[in-house]
Nanobody, 113 residues
């Protein structure tokens, strides 16, 4: 079982930036497609971004395209999500995923107006 730990969340004003990190405990990080999801209160979990292990291909939800950037550092076994121009609607718990049922505990991002 992979252990994932997110960090970097916090309270920020609209228009601000945050960078989330997700530390991956396993030995297969470099060959795992990784993703970020988020869940706001009363809403279903939704996809944010993903990065493949082959060529680091990325894909984003339309709602974050152009504002968020997903990246990975394989030697550090760490996944990142750079979030710029944050909006109130980005407020949610952000979780990283390593495929199947491998989820972190999440990190809270709150954007104030």
């Amino acid at each position: 079982q992979v252990h994932l730990v997110e960090s970097g969340g916090g309270l920020v004003q609209a228009g601000g930036s945050l960078r989330l990190s997700c530390a991956h405990s396993g030995r297969r990080f470099s060959t795992t497609t990784m993703g970020w999801f988020r869940q706001a209160p009363g809403k279903e979990r939704e996809f944010v971004a993903a990065i493949s292990w082959i060529l680091d291909n990325t894909v984003y939800a339309d709602s974050v395209k152009g504002r968020f950037t997903i990246s990975r550092d394989n030697p550090k076994n760490t996944l990142y999500l750079q979030m710029n121009d944050l909006k109130v609607d980005d407020t949610a718990v952000y979780l990283c995923n390593a495929g199947a049922d491998n989820w972190g505990q999440g990190t809270q991002v709150t954007v104030s107006s």
